[in-house]
T-cell receptor, first 115, second 116 residues
Framework: ETGVTQSPTHLIKTRGQQVTLRCSSQSGHNTVSWYQQALGQGPQFIFQYYREEENGRGNFPPRFSGLQFPNYSSELNVNALELDDSALYLC??????????????FGEGSRLTVL | QKEVEQDPGPLSVPEGAIVSLNCTYSNSAFQYFMWYRQYSRKGPELLMYTYSSGNKEDGRFTAQVDKSSKYISLFIRDSQPSDSATYLCAMGGFNAGGTSYGKLTFGQGTILTVHP
């Protein structure tokens, strides 16, 4: 069984640029969530995608947006990058609706540095 | 006030010690409780999951939930150097249909170091 994979693992951007992060969910999982983890902090919920639609959003501005594709993979896009966007971005997938116990399976993250 | 507060540590203990990690929460809507372990430069991995008050044991790990006090704990017995990691408590709720919201609220994490 293939786990959650994320790309790229590391990247450096400058303030004002845009970034796209990618995630392939675990086999059989149709729900994908994105979290931001700043240094020394716990992950914070950005949003969740189910059946290609946003299904819940945390306290993040609209410049954080996402997509989910028919194969359940997902993208996180961040526009107009700010220094405070520097963080580890975690993708997590979960079991199909109806069997979802709330357990999330995380990838290893994409570490974004904004200069 | 944060919804979930976790004793930040860091904790440094000798091998073989019993470790206690704790979180408090304020949101009564939380119905399930988890502990994740995160090694350096890795994603979190699930250690324990419970949705009822009381104790749940899995090997050297025991998760304890007290919903009346809004308090959860993780105990690690006979701690090993390989247990050195950041431990994150996490909580979530179910909607009316019995499906989880999918959003977990995490504590800030406790860095644990077990030295030989």
């Amino acid at each position: 069984e293939t786990g959650v994979t994320q790309s790229p693992t590391h990247l450096i951007k400058t303030r004002g640029q845009q970034v796209t992060l990618r995630c392939s969910s675990q086999s059989g999982h149709n729900t994908v969530s994105w979290y931001q983890q700043a240094l020394g902090q716990g992950p914070q919920f950005i949003f969740q995608y189910y059946r290609e639609e946003e299904n819940g959003r945390g306290n993040f501005p609209p410049r954080f947006s996402g997509l989910q594709f028919p194969n359940y993979s997902s993208e996180l896009n961040v526009n107009a990058l700010e220094l405070d966007d520097s963080a580890l971005y975690l993708c997590a997938s979960s079991l199909p609706s109806g069997t979802n116990t709330g357990e999330l399976f995380f990838g290893e993250g994409s570490r974004l540095t904004v200069l | 006030q944060k919804e979930v507060e976790q004793d930040p540590g860091p904790l440094s203990v000798p091998e073989g010690a019993i470790v206690s990690l704790n979180c408090t929460y304020s949101n009564s809507a939380f119905q399930y409780f988890m502990w994740y372990r995160q090694y350096s430069r890795k994603g979190p991995e699930l250690l324990m999951y419970t949705y009822s008050s009381g104790n749940k044991e899995d090997g050297r790990f025991t998760a304890q939930v007290d919903k009346s006090s809004k308090y959860i704990s993780l105990f690690i017995r006979d701690s090993q150097p390989s247990d050195s990691a950041t431990y994150l408590c996490a909580m979530g709720g179910f909607n009316a249909g019995g499906t989880s919201y999918g959003k977990l609220t995490f504590g800030q994490g406790t860095i644990l170091t077990v030295h030989p």
